[in-house]
Protein backbone atom coordinates (compact mmCIF):
# COMPACT_ATOMS: atom_id res chain seq x y z
CA UNK A 1 0.00 0.00 0.00
CA UNK A 2 1.92 3.05 -1.39
CA UNK A 3 0.18 6.19 -0.05
CA UNK A 4 -0.10 9.02 -3.11
CA UNK A 5 2.06 12.49 -3.12
CA UNK A 6 0.03 14.83 -1.53
CA UNK A 7 -1.94 13.68 1.67
CA UNK A 8 -4.09 15.55 4.16
CA UNK A 9 -5.07 14.97 7.54
CA UNK A 10 -8.28 15.58 8.75
CA UNK A 11 -8.83 15.07 12.46
CA UNK A 12 -12.16 15.08 13.52
CA UNK A 13 -13.21 14.65 17.41
CA UNK A 14 -16.84 13.41 17.20
CA UNK A 15 -16.54 11.57 13.58
CA UNK A 16 -19.59 13.71 12.61
CA UNK A 17 -17.79 15.98 9.94
CA UNK A 18 -16.38 13.24 7.54
CA UNK A 19 -18.53 14.14 4.56
CA UNK A 20 -17.90 18.01 4.50
CA UNK A 21 -14.12 17.10 4.97
CA UNK A 22 -14.01 14.75 1.94
CA UNK A 23 -16.29 17.70 0.49
CA UNK A 24 -13.10 19.92 0.60
CA UNK A 25 -10.55 17.68 -0.84
CA UNK A 26 -12.97 17.39 -3.80
CA UNK A 27 -12.91 21.14 -3.87
CA UNK A 28 -9.54 20.72 -4.22
CA UNK A 29 -9.35 17.43 -7.42
CA UNK A 30 -12.12 20.26 -8.74
CA UNK A 31 -9.23 22.86 -8.95
CA UNK A 32 -6.62 20.50 -9.97
CA UNK A 33 -4.72 19.40 -7.05
CA UNK A 34 -4.84 15.93 -6.22
CA UNK A 35 -4.94 15.03 -2.47
CA UNK A 36 -6.14 11.90 -0.61
CA UNK A 37 -7.48 12.24 2.92
CA UNK A 38 -6.34 10.52 5.61
CA UNK A 39 -8.78 10.85 8.70
CA UNK A 40 -6.34 11.00 12.07
CA UNK A 41 -6.96 10.53 15.31
CA UNK A 42 -4.88 9.83 18.64
CA UNK A 43 -5.15 7.37 21.29
CA UNK A 44 -5.44 10.30 23.89
CA UNK A 45 -8.70 11.85 21.78
CA UNK A 46 -10.14 8.20 21.25
CA UNK A 47 -10.01 8.34 25.31
CA UNK A 48 -11.01 12.00 26.11
CA UNK A 49 -14.06 11.58 24.09
CA UNK A 50 -14.47 7.74 24.26
CA UNK A 51 -14.96 6.75 20.81
CA UNK A 52 -13.08 4.23 19.21
CA UNK A 53 -10.75 3.70 16.02
CA UNK A 54 -14.24 1.56 14.26
CA UNK A 55 -16.05 4.73 14.66
CA UNK A 56 -13.16 6.96 12.93
CA UNK A 57 -13.32 3.63 10.06
CA UNK A 58 -16.64 3.95 9.91
CA UNK A 59 -17.15 7.87 9.54
CA UNK A 60 -15.02 7.56 6.65
CA UNK A 61 -16.44 4.97 4.91
CA UNK A 62 -19.67 6.62 5.06
CA UNK A 63 -18.19 9.86 3.25
CA UNK A 64 -16.32 8.07 0.48
CA UNK A 65 -19.36 5.91 -0.11
CA UNK A 66 -21.94 9.06 0.26
CA UNK A 67 -19.43 11.44 -1.81
CA UNK A 68 -18.34 8.35 -4.56
CA UNK A 69 -14.90 8.92 -4.16
CA UNK A 70 -13.06 6.48 -5.88
CA UNK A 71 -9.61 7.55 -4.91
CA UNK A 72 -7.19 6.52 -1.91
CA UNK A 73 -8.39 7.13 1.37
CA UNK A 74 -6.80 6.18 5.03
CA UNK A 75 -7.54 6.03 8.81
CA UNK A 76 -4.21 6.87 10.70
CA UNK A 77 -4.00 5.41 13.84
CA UNK A 78 -2.39 8.62 15.44
CA UNK A 79 0.58 8.84 17.54
CA UNK A 80 0.40 5.32 19.05
CA UNK A 81 2.47 3.27 21.40
CA UNK A 82 3.15 0.00 21.84
CA UNK A 83 1.02 -0.36 24.56
CA UNK A 84 -1.98 1.30 22.41
CA UNK A 85 -1.72 0.23 19.34
CA UNK A 86 -3.61 -3.21 19.69
CA UNK A 87 -6.65 -1.00 19.34
CA UNK A 88 -6.00 0.52 16.14
CA UNK A 89 -5.27 -2.54 14.20
CA UNK A 90 -8.21 -3.50 12.53
CA UNK A 91 -9.43 -0.36 11.86
CA UNK A 92 -6.68 1.26 10.68
CA UNK A 93 -4.54 1.39 7.20
CA UNK A 94 -1.78 3.76 8.59
CA UNK A 95 -0.18 3.84 11.22
CA UNK A 96 1.99 6.89 13.05
CA UNK A 97 4.64 5.18 14.88
CA UNK A 98 5.60 7.77 17.92
CA UNK A 99 8.86 7.48 19.48
CA UNK A 100 9.23 10.69 20.76
CA UNK A 101 9.46 9.66 23.99
CA UNK A 102 12.21 7.08 23.90
CA UNK A 103 14.35 9.54 22.45
CA UNK A 104 17.86 9.71 24.73
CA UNK A 105 16.91 6.40 26.43
CA UNK A 106 20.15 4.67 26.28
CA UNK A 107 20.18 1.99 23.54
CA UNK A 108 22.71 -1.44 23.79
CA UNK A 109 25.93 0.12 23.47
CA UNK A 110 26.59 -2.70 20.86
CA UNK A 111 24.20 -1.77 18.58
CA UNK A 112 25.53 1.38 18.97
CA UNK A 113 28.78 0.26 18.13
CA UNK A 114 27.22 -1.72 15.15
CA UNK A 115 25.65 1.65 13.83
CA UNK A 116 28.66 3.74 14.04
CA UNK A 117 30.39 0.36 12.26
CA UNK A 118 27.62 0.85 9.35
CA UNK A 119 27.96 4.54 9.13
CA UNK A 120 31.82 4.62 8.37
CA UNK A 121 31.69 5.43 4.78
CA UNK A 122 30.32 8.52 5.80
CA UNK A 123 33.19 9.52 7.89
CA UNK A 124 34.73 12.90 6.56
CA UNK A 125 32.96 15.60 4.63
CA UNK A 126 29.06 14.64 3.83
CA UNK A 127 27.39 16.69 0.91
CA UNK A 128 24.18 16.14 0.29
CA UNK A 129 22.46 17.44 -3.69
CA UNK A 130 20.25 20.25 -3.15
CA UNK A 131 21.93 21.21 0.49
CA UNK A 132 24.56 24.68 -0.07
CA UNK A 133 26.68 23.52 2.83
CA UNK A 134 28.05 20.37 3.86
CA UNK A 135 27.91 18.20 6.81
CA UNK A 136 31.52 16.97 9.03
CA UNK A 137 30.28 13.61 9.98
CA UNK A 138 33.09 12.09 12.86
CA UNK A 139 32.99 9.30 14.71
CA UNK A 140 31.98 12.01 18.24
CA UNK A 141 28.78 13.02 16.14
CA UNK A 142 27.53 8.94 14.66
CA UNK A 143 27.97 8.37 18.90
CA UNK A 144 26.17 11.21 19.86
CA UNK A 145 23.45 10.57 16.86
CA UNK A 146 23.43 6.80 18.06
CA UNK A 147 22.42 7.57 21.48
CA UNK A 148 20.18 10.18 20.86
CA UNK A 149 17.87 8.54 18.38
CA UNK A 150 18.86 4.55 18.20
CA UNK A 151 16.64 3.09 20.92
CA UNK A 152 14.32 5.19 19.60
CA UNK A 153 14.08 3.65 15.88
CA UNK A 154 14.41 0.09 17.81
CA UNK A 155 11.03 1.13 19.41
CA UNK A 156 9.43 2.26 16.31
CA UNK A 157 11.08 -1.41 14.92
CA UNK A 158 9.03 -3.20 17.35
CA UNK A 159 5.34 -0.83 16.70
CA UNK A 160 5.91 -2.13 13.01
CA UNK A 161 6.50 -5.58 13.80
CA UNK A 162 3.55 -6.19 16.15
CA UNK A 163 1.49 -4.46 13.67
CA UNK A 164 2.75 -6.78 10.87
CA UNK A 165 2.31 -9.53 12.89
CA UNK A 166 -1.17 -9.17 12.99
CA UNK A 167 -2.21 -7.11 10.04
CA UNK A 168 0.66 -8.71 7.18
CA UNK A 169 3.00 -6.18 5.28
CA UNK A 170 2.33 -4.19 2.99
CA UNK A 171 -1.31 -3.30 4.13
CA UNK A 172 -1.15 -0.05 5.99
CA UNK A 173 1.47 2.64 5.73
CA UNK A 174 3.64 3.45 7.99
CA UNK A 175 4.52 6.82 9.49
CA UNK A 176 7.29 7.70 12.32
CA UNK A 177 6.67 10.84 14.45
CA UNK A 178 9.23 12.20 16.74
CA UNK A 179 7.77 15.61 16.48
CA UNK A 180 6.30 15.70 20.23
CA UNK A 181 10.27 16.36 21.53
CA UNK A 182 11.48 18.97 22.94
CA UNK A 183 14.39 19.54 20.44
CA UNK A 184 14.10 19.81 16.49
CA UNK A 185 15.50 17.08 14.56
CA UNK A 186 18.25 18.72 11.78
CA UNK A 187 18.87 17.18 8.43
CA UNK A 188 22.14 15.34 9.48
CA UNK A 189 19.94 13.71 12.32
CA UNK A 190 17.37 13.12 9.59
CA UNK A 191 19.76 11.67 7.27
CA UNK A 192 21.08 9.16 10.16
CA UNK A 193 17.66 8.43 11.74
CA UNK A 194 16.37 7.31 8.40
CA UNK A 195 19.56 5.29 7.78
CA UNK A 196 18.26 3.43 11.29
CA UNK A 197 14.96 2.91 10.19
CA UNK A 198 16.42 1.12 6.76
CA UNK A 199 18.58 -0.96 8.90
CA UNK A 200 15.43 -1.96 10.93
CA UNK A 201 13.20 -2.70 7.65
CA UNK A 202 10.37 -0.23 8.36
CA UNK A 203 8.95 0.63 4.71
CA UNK A 204 8.65 4.51 6.30
CA UNK A 205 6.34 6.24 3.79
CA UNK A 206 6.43 9.18 5.70
CA UNK A 207 8.47 11.08 8.58
CA UNK A 208 7.56 13.93 10.86
CA UNK A 209 10.72 15.56 12.54
CA UNK A 210 10.15 18.19 14.83
CA UNK A 211 10.88 21.08 12.54
CA UNK A 212 12.06 24.71 14.57
CA UNK A 213 9.69 27.10 16.02
CA UNK A 214 6.52 26.15 17.66
CA UNK A 215 3.56 24.57 16.60
CA UNK A 216 0.63 25.34 18.92
CA UNK A 217 -2.69 23.56 18.16
CA UNK A 218 -5.19 25.62 16.58
CA UNK A 219 -3.36 28.81 16.22
CA UNK A 220 -0.24 29.98 13.40
CA UNK A 221 3.14 29.09 13.74
CA UNK A 222 5.50 31.17 16.24
CA UNK A 223 9.31 31.13 15.45
CA UNK A 224 10.80 32.36 11.95
CA UNK A 225 9.58 31.39 8.55
CA UNK A 226 12.62 31.62 6.86
CA UNK A 227 14.62 29.49 9.09
CA UNK A 228 11.77 26.44 8.63
CA UNK A 229 12.04 27.01 5.09
CA UNK A 230 15.77 26.60 4.86
CA UNK A 231 15.35 23.62 7.22
CA UNK A 232 11.95 22.50 4.92
CA UNK A 233 13.92 22.25 2.05
CA UNK A 234 17.15 20.49 3.25
CA UNK A 235 14.68 17.90 4.67
CA UNK A 236 13.18 17.27 1.58
CA UNK A 237 16.97 17.10 0.03
CA UNK A 238 17.75 14.75 2.94
CA UNK A 239 14.96 12.34 2.02
CA UNK A 240 15.62 12.06 -1.76
CA UNK A 241 19.65 11.25 -1.04
CA UNK A 242 18.26 8.71 1.77
CA UNK A 243 15.67 6.99 -0.38
CA UNK A 244 18.63 6.17 -2.88
CA UNK A 245 21.15 5.34 -0.52
CA UNK A 246 19.02 3.29 2.21
CA UNK A 247 16.54 1.65 -0.18
CA UNK A 248 13.82 3.54 1.65
CA UNK A 249 10.35 3.84 -0.46
CA UNK A 250 10.41 5.79 -3.03
CA UNK A 251 7.46 7.74 -2.14
CA UNK A 252 8.96 8.65 1.67
CA UNK A 253 7.92 12.23 2.14
CA UNK A 254 7.58 14.92 5.05
CA UNK A 255 4.74 14.88 7.28
CA UNK A 256 4.28 18.06 8.97
CA UNK A 257 2.44 17.45 12.37
CA UNK A 258 1.02 21.56 12.32
CA UNK A 259 -1.51 21.11 15.02
CA UNK A 260 -3.39 22.98 12.49
CA UNK A 261 -3.51 26.88 10.89
CA UNK A 262 0.45 27.73 10.40
CA UNK A 263 -0.79 30.22 7.88
CA UNK A 264 3.04 31.71 8.42
CA UNK A 265 4.90 28.57 6.65
CA UNK A 266 1.97 27.74 4.02
CA UNK A 267 3.81 29.83 1.63
CA UNK A 268 7.42 28.59 2.39
CA UNK A 269 6.04 24.85 1.82
CA UNK A 270 4.41 25.64 -1.19
CA UNK A 271 7.11 27.41 -2.77
CA UNK A 272 9.47 23.98 -1.01
CA UNK A 273 6.63 21.75 -2.46
CA UNK A 274 7.17 23.10 -5.97
CA UNK A 275 10.86 23.78 -6.64
CA UNK A 276 11.14 20.17 -5.06
CA UNK A 277 8.26 18.33 -6.65
CA UNK A 278 8.67 16.23 -3.24
CA UNK A 279 5.18 15.18 -2.09
CA UNK A 280 3.93 15.78 2.20
CA UNK A 281 1.47 14.94 4.34
CA UNK A 282 0.03 18.10 6.53
CA UNK A 283 -1.43 16.83 9.49
CA UNK A 284 -3.82 18.85 10.73
CA UNK A 285 -5.46 18.91 14.68
CA UNK A 286 -8.68 18.51 15.01
CA UNK A 287 -9.71 22.07 14.27
CA UNK A 288 -12.59 20.69 12.36
CA UNK A 289 -14.38 20.72 15.95
CA UNK A 290 -14.11 24.21 16.27
CA UNK A 291 -15.73 24.49 13.09
CA UNK A 292 -18.43 22.92 14.74
CA UNK A 293 -18.48 25.27 17.46
CA UNK A 294 -18.51 28.15 15.02
CA UNK A 295 -21.21 26.59 12.94
CA UNK A 296 -23.37 26.35 16.17
CA UNK A 297 -22.78 29.82 17.06
CA UNK A 298 -23.62 31.27 13.44
CA UNK A 299 -26.70 29.32 13.20
CA UNK A 300 -28.11 31.25 16.88
CA UNK A 301 -30.32 30.25 19.28
CA UNK A 302 -29.95 26.94 20.72
CA UNK A 303 -26.97 26.67 18.67
CA UNK A 304 -25.43 29.66 20.02
CA UNK A 305 -26.66 29.10 23.37
CA UNK A 306 -24.66 25.92 23.74
CA UNK A 307 -21.69 27.33 22.08
CA UNK A 308 -21.53 29.87 24.89
CA UNK A 309 -22.73 27.02 27.76
CA UNK A 310 -19.38 24.83 26.50
CA UNK A 311 -17.01 28.22 26.78
CA UNK A 312 -18.10 28.63 30.34
CA UNK A 313 -17.76 25.45 31.27
CA UNK A 314 -14.27 24.92 29.13
CA UNK A 315 -13.45 28.22 31.16
CA UNK A 316 -14.35 26.94 34.83
CA UNK A 317 -12.14 23.80 33.48
CA UNK A 318 -9.17 25.38 31.95
CA UNK A 319 -6.33 23.61 34.10
CA UNK A 320 -7.31 20.39 33.76
CA UNK A 321 -8.43 20.63 29.91
CA UNK A 322 -4.93 22.28 29.36
CA UNK A 323 -2.54 19.63 31.43
CA UNK A 324 -3.03 16.84 28.25
CA UNK A 325 -1.74 19.50 25.84
CA UNK A 326 0.46 21.55 28.26
CA UNK A 327 3.16 21.72 25.68
CA UNK A 328 1.03 22.49 22.74
CA UNK A 329 -0.77 25.57 23.67
CA UNK A 330 0.06 29.08 24.96
CA UNK A 331 -2.81 30.27 26.63
CA UNK A 332 -2.78 33.42 28.62
CA UNK A 333 -5.39 33.27 31.13
CA UNK A 334 -5.84 37.35 31.39
CA UNK A 335 -6.89 37.51 27.88
CA UNK A 336 -9.70 35.25 28.18
CA UNK A 337 -12.68 36.70 27.77
CA UNK A 338 -14.96 36.28 30.93
CA UNK A 339 -17.76 33.84 30.31
CA UNK A 340 -20.60 37.00 31.63
CA UNK A 341 -19.51 38.79 29.32
CA UNK A 342 -19.66 36.23 26.41
CA UNK A 343 -23.12 35.15 27.49
CA UNK A 344 -23.92 38.93 26.23
CA UNK A 345 -22.00 37.89 22.98
CA UNK A 346 -24.06 37.85 19.32
CA UNK A 347 -23.58 35.61 16.91
CA UNK A 348 -20.85 37.43 15.30
CA UNK A 349 -19.13 38.59 18.33
CA UNK A 350 -18.80 34.92 19.11
CA UNK A 351 -17.68 33.75 15.44
CA UNK A 352 -15.24 36.48 15.36
CA UNK A 353 -13.59 35.22 18.54
CA UNK A 354 -12.91 32.15 17.12
CA UNK A 355 -12.88 31.90 13.57
CA UNK A 356 -9.08 31.89 12.99
CA UNK A 357 -9.23 35.22 10.93
CA UNK A 358 -5.96 37.45 12.09
CA UNK A 359 -7.69 40.80 10.19
CA UNK A 360 -10.65 40.65 12.15
CA UNK A 361 -10.11 42.56 15.43
CA UNK A 362 -12.23 40.38 17.27
CA UNK A 363 -10.57 37.17 16.94
CA UNK A 364 -8.95 36.00 20.29
CA UNK A 365 -6.05 33.05 19.87
CA UNK A 366 -6.39 32.53 24.13
CA UNK A 367 -10.05 32.05 23.75
CA UNK A 368 -9.68 29.96 20.34
CA UNK A 369 -7.04 27.50 22.23
CA UNK A 370 -9.10 26.91 25.08
CA UNK A 371 -12.03 25.67 23.11
CA UNK A 372 -9.57 24.09 20.99
CA UNK A 373 -8.86 21.61 23.90
CA UNK A 374 -12.24 21.92 25.35
CA UNK A 375 -13.38 18.92 23.23
CA UNK A 376 -13.62 17.07 26.92
CA UNK A 377 -16.74 19.26 27.89
CA UNK A 378 -18.93 18.87 24.38
CA UNK A 379 -18.15 14.88 25.37
CA UNK A 380 -19.85 15.18 28.55
CA UNK A 381 -22.78 17.32 26.97
CA UNK A 382 -23.05 13.70 25.34
CA UNK A 383 -26.29 13.14 23.23
CA UNK A 384 -27.13 17.27 23.82
CA UNK A 385 -24.10 18.51 21.96
CA UNK A 386 -24.44 15.81 19.10
CA UNK A 387 -27.85 16.61 18.37
CA UNK A 388 -27.31 19.98 18.26
CA UNK A 389 -24.43 18.85 15.87
CA UNK A 390 -27.15 17.37 13.87
CA UNK A 391 -29.48 19.82 13.74
CA UNK A 392 -27.54 22.53 12.78
CA UNK A 393 -25.68 20.16 9.93
CA UNK A 394 -25.93 22.52 7.09
CA UNK A 395 -24.35 25.74 8.49
CA UNK A 396 -21.82 23.18 10.48
CA UNK A 397 -20.54 21.23 7.09
CA UNK A 398 -20.18 24.72 5.03
CA UNK A 399 -18.17 26.02 8.09
CA UNK A 400 -16.06 22.83 7.87
CA UNK A 401 -15.42 22.48 4.56
CA UNK A 402 -14.78 26.49 3.76
CA UNK A 403 -12.37 26.20 6.31
CA UNK A 404 -10.03 22.96 5.14
CA UNK A 405 -10.27 24.14 1.48
CA UNK A 406 -9.95 27.85 1.88
CA UNK A 407 -7.48 28.21 4.65
CA UNK A 408 -5.19 25.21 4.23
CA UNK A 409 -5.77 23.00 1.13
CA UNK A 410 -5.60 26.32 -0.94
CA UNK A 411 -2.87 28.37 0.87
CA UNK A 412 -0.54 25.15 0.86
CA UNK A 413 -1.58 23.19 -2.55
CA UNK A 414 -2.57 26.21 -5.21
CA UNK A 415 -2.06 29.49 -4.54
CA UNK A 416 -0.10 31.03 -0.97
CA UNK A 417 -1.85 34.18 -1.04
ZN1 LIG B 1 2.24 15.11 16.08
Known amino acids: MNIEKYSFGVGDRFCRQGKAQLQAIIQARQAGVEIVPVWNKSFREHSIIGTNPVDTRREADHAVKQLNWHEGYYVDADHIHLKNVEGFIE ?9 AEEI ?17 SYLGELRIAGIEESFSISTELLTAIGNKFLSAVQQAGKIYRRITQRKGEDRFVTEV ?10 PVELFFILKMLAQQNIPVQTIAPKFTGRFNKGVDYVGDARTFEKE ?34 YAPIHRSLKDSGAGVHIKTAGTTW ?30 QLCAPYATVIDIDPARLPD ?52 KYETVIARNVTENLFERHIKRIFLSPQ
Request: charge should be negative.
Open 232 to 265: FRDDIAVIRCAVKKFGLPANLKLSVHSGSDKFSI
Open 104 to 120: AKPAEPQTIQQFIADCK
Open 177 to 186: SMDESDLPQT
Open 339 to 390: PVQVEGWDEQQYTSALRHDPGNPGYNRHFRQLLHVGYKIAAQMGRRYLDAVE
Open 290 to 319: LEEIIGLAEAGGQGLDIAKEIYTQAYDHCE
Open 91 to 99: ASNFFTLDV
